[in-house]
Nanobody, 117 residues
């Protein structure tokens, strides 16, 4: 229901940083709870971080203190700043938008993040 396009992935050395972006095609971006998820080969998709319409955030224990999720409602864009990257952060990262009232749960196509020396 909401088109999402991720960008910013790539190859980075351990300890490095990347910033992921997710552009949403909706005129009511501000009402959605947004999130970043990731999936490594052979593993289930896991939640990385979420940010509510009110700006409250939640993080997986594995990324807390290293990653920061944010949103710019004027640009209809979600961000994930990733610092102190580790090899175990290697995965495809997906953007998600959901709203209970609208019964919306949309996913982007994903962007590859590889952390390797």
């Amino acid at each position: 229901q909401v088109q999402l396009v991720e960008s910013g992935g790539g190859l980075v050395q351990p300890g490095g940083s990347l910033r992921l972006s997710c552009a949403a095609s909706t005129m009511i971006f501000s009402i959605y709870t947004m999130g970043w998820y990731r999936q490594a080969p052979g593993k289930e998709r896991e939640l990385v971080a979420t940010i509510s319409s009110g700006g409250s955030t939640d993080y997986a224990d594995s990324v807390k203190g290293r990653f920061t999720i944010s949103r710019d409602n004027t640009k209809n864009t979600l961000y994930l700043q990733m610092n102190s990257l580790k090899p175990e952060d290697t995965a495809v990262y997906y953007c998600n938008a959901r709203n209970r009232g609208l019964s919306t749960n949309s996913w982007g196509q994903g962007t590859q993040v590889t952390v390797s020396s």
